[in-house]
C-alpha cells in the first residue's frame, strides 16, 4: 500500500524523491554514511559547509554531551571548494544522489566568491547558504543574526550563481523575530529557507569551573532543540506560505520529523541523530511515509503545514 504513495517534495522549484535528507555537517561529503546504505536512498545530501580556502577549525575539546542534545564548536574545518569540487563533488555524482551544497563565509564577498566557483557546475541541484558564521567585517557579530548581513549575503550569492541553482538560506535561531530574517533573505533572493541551524550554549566544566569547550562556546543540537525548529519553522510557515522550508533540529524518528512537517516544512534534515544512529535518515524516512499512510494523506506535500488553520 505504501509503494502508492508520493513521497517526492520540491524545494525552490527542483524536485527530489523524498523529503529526507542529511544536515549539513552532520554526515560530512556523505562517505561514512556509504558504508551504511547507498545515499540515493536518501532525498538528497547536503554537504558540510564549504569554504573558499581550506580551514583547519577550532582548537579541542570541541564537543560536550548536553541533556538530550550536544554542543559542538568544531567551526567550519574542511579543505576549502576547490578541493570540494575536484574530488568530493565528483564522488558524489558517481553515487547517483542529489546533492545540495552548502557554503559559508566570513565575509560578503566570500560569498560572492564561493557562488561564483558553483555557477554553471553539473551535478549540484540547490545551494544551501549558511549564514552563521562570524562576520569578520562586522566584529564577529553572526551573518544571519542580523538582517542588513543576512540580505547582504545571500544577495552576493544570487547576483554571482545567477539563476542556475535555487538558493536556500539556512538561518539562526538566535535572534527575536526569526521572520523578520526571513523576509529579508527572501528579498534577496532565497528561493528557500533551512531552519534552523544550532543555538548558541556553553556548558561550565565541575572540576575547574571553566567552560568545557576550548572555544567557550558552541552550537546546541540535537532533540533538545526540536520545540525551538517546530516553532521557527510554524512562525515562518505562517508568515510565508508559499516559501520551500527545510527543517531541521532534533529530529530522531518519523514523529519528530512529522512534527515539523506539520509545522510547515516541505523537506526534513537529519543531523545530530546520525551519530548516535547512521541508519537514522533512512529509519525516519519509512517512519514517516507509514505515519502518512496511517492517517491517510494521499501524497507527502498534503501533510506539509496541516498545523495550521
Ligand atoms: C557537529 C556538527 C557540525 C555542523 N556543521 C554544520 C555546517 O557545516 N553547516 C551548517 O549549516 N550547519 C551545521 N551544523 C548544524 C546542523 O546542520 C543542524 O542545523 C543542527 O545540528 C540542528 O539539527 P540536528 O538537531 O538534527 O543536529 C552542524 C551541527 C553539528 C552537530
Redesign the pocket.
Known amino acids: 500500500m505504501t509503494l502508492d504513495f508520493d513521497f517526492s517534495t520540491d524545494i525552490g522549484g527542483i524536485r527530489f524523491k523524498n523529503p529526507i535528507f542529511t544536515?549539513?555537517?552532520?554526515a560530512a561529503s556523505g562517505r561514512e554514511l556509504s558504508q551504511f546504505f547507498p545515499l540515493r536512498e536518501l532525498g538528497a545530501v547536503?554537504t558540510?559547509?564549504i569554504m573558499l580556502k581550506e580551514r583547519a577549525g577550532r582548537p579541542t575539546p570541541r564537543?560536550a554531551e548536553t541533556p538530550s542534545?550536544?554542543l559542538?564548536s568544531?567551526g567550519?574545518q574542511g579543505p576549502g571548494i576547490d578541493y570540494f569540487l575536484e574530488n568530493d563533488l565528483q564522488w558524489l555524482q558517481d553515487q547517483d544522489c542529489d546533492v545540495i551544497v552548502?557554503i559559508?563565509g566570513e565575509t560578503v564577498d566570500e560569498y560572492g566568491a564561493l557562488a561564483r566557483r558553483l555557477r554553471g557546475q553539473r551535478g549540484i541541484k540547490a545551494v544551501?547558504v549558511?549564514i552563521?558564521c562570524p562576520n569578520v567585517a562586522n566584529r564577529g557579530q553572526v551573518f544571519a543574526c542580523n538582517p542588513v548581513t543576512a540580505r547582504a549575503a545571500i544577495e552576493a550569492v544570487r547576483i554571482n550563481l545567477g539563476g542556475d541553482f535555487p538558493i536556500i538560506a539556512?538561518l539562526s535561531p538566535d535572534v527575536t523575530d526569526i521572520t523578520e530574517i526571513a523576509y529579508e533573505v527572501i528579498q534577496a533572493g532565497a528561493n528557500g529557507l533551512?531552519l534552523?541551524?544550532?543555538l548558541l550554549g556553553m556548558v561550565i566544566d565541575l572540576k575547574t569551573l571553566k567552560p568545557v569547550l576550548a572555544g567557550r562556546t558552541g552550537?546546541l543540537?540535537?532533540?533538545a532543540?526540536?520545540p525551538i525548529?517546530v516553532r521557527a519553522i510554524f512562525q515562518v510557515r505562517e508568515k510565508f506560505p508559499h516559501i520551500s522550508i527545510v527543517g531541521?533540529?532534533?529530529?530522531l524518528s518519523g514523529e519528530d520529523a512529522l512534527q515539523l512537517v506539520a509545522a510547515g516544512a516541505n523537506a526534513i534534515?537529519?543531523?545530530?541523530?546520525s551519530?548516535g544512529n547512521p541508519m537514522s535518515a533512512i529509519e525516519t524516512r519509512d517512519e514517516l511515509r507509514e505515519l502518512l499512510v496511517l492517517r491517510a494523506f494521499n501524497d507527502f506535500p498534503s501533510a506539509v503545514g496541516a498545523a495550521h488553520g
Open positions: 544536515a549539513s555537517g552532520c547536503v558540510k559547509s564537543m542534545g550536544m559542538n568544531i567550519l552548502s559559508a544551501e549558511n552563521s539556512k533551512a534552523i541551524n544550532t552550537g543540537s540535537g532533540a532543540i526540536r525548529a531541521m533540529g532534533g529530529v534534515s537529519i543531523g545530530t541523530a551519530f
